[in-house]
C-alpha cells in the first residue's frame, strides 16, 4: 500500500472563522447545499469552510466544502456546529469532529470525520474506537454502547483522539497514514448513508 508523507498539519477553530466570516456575500454551491452567506475561506488541501446563520438562538454554523483548482464548490459536510474542537488538515487530507442530525433533525450526536480529497466525508468514529480496542485487547461491540467522541489535537505525525467514556479512559494517537487507510477502505467497501437536507452522501465502514 502506498505511504505518503504528512510533514505539516493546518489546525483550524471552528469558532474563529464563523464568527468571522458572516456578513458576506451568498453563495450556492453545487449538490443542494442551501443558501450561505459567506465565501470559501480556504483552510488548506482544497477544503474551506462556509459560514452560514443558523437562528436566534443557535447564532453562526458552518458547512465544510472542496474546491478543486478548476471545479465547483462541492459540499462535504453541511453541519460544522460551535464546538471549541479543532480541524485539522494536511496534505489532501481534513479530519473534523461533525454534527449529525437524527431522525427528527435533532442536533446532539458528534462523529469523527475524514476525508482526503476530493471527497467524499468518511464517518471514521468506529475505526477509530476499533484500533484502540484491539490494542487493548477489548470488545469493540461491547465497550461502543459506553463511548463518544470527545476531543482531538495534532500529536507529531497524527492526531491525539479522546473518546468520553467511564473508565477505561480512550485516549491515544492515530497517525495520518491510518486515517488515509480508514478513508480508502470505505471508498472501497463502505456502506453509504445520506443526509435529506441539505443533501450529503458520506460513507462509513462496517
Not at 442551501?34 to 458547512?63: M, Q, V
Not at 476525508?115 to 484502540?132: E, H, M, R, T, Y
Amino acid at each position: 500500500m502506498k505511504t505518503h508523507q504528512y510533514d505539516f498539519v493546518n489546525v483550524v477553530k471552528k469558532t474563529h472563522w464563523l464568527f468571522a466570516c458572516l456578513g458576506f456575500s451568498v453563495l450556492i454551491i453545487s449538490q443542494g447545499c442551501e443558501k450561505s452567506s459567506g465565501n470559501i475561506h480556504p483552510i488548506g488541501g482544497g477544503f474551506g469552510i462556509i459560514s452560514k446563520w443558523i437562528g436566534i438562538d443557535s447564532g453562526p454554523g458552518g458547512a465544510l466544502v472542496y474546491q478543486g483548482p478548476q471545479s465547483r464548490p462541492v459540499l462535504i459536510w453541511p453541519f460544522l456546529g460551535l464546538s471549541e474542537d479543532p480541524i485539522l488538515t494536511t496534505n489532501d487530507m481534513i479530519f473534523f469532529p461533525a454534527d449529525i442530525p437524527d431522525a427528527q433533525g435533532r442536533f446532539g450526536d458528534e462523529l469523527y470525520m475524514a476525508a482526503q480529497a476530493p471527497g467524499p466525508a468518511v464517518d471514521i468514529s468506529d475505526d477509530l474506537l476499533k484500533l484502540w480496542a484491539a490494542s487493548n485487547h477489548l470488545d469493540f461491540a461491547a465497550i461502543k454502547p459506553h463511548y463518544s467522541p470527545g476531543r482531538e489535537e495534532p500529536a507529531g505525525d497524527g492526531i491525539r483522539i479522546t473518546f468520553i467514556s467511564t473508565p477505561p479512559l480512550a485516549d491515544f494517537v492515530v497517525s495520518w497514514q491510518d486515517i488515509s487507510n480508514m478513508v480508502q477502505n470505505a471508498k472501497r467497501t463502505g456502506k453509504p448513508h445520506v443526509i435529506e437536507k441539505p443533501h450529503v452522501v458520506y460513507l462509513k465502514n462496517d
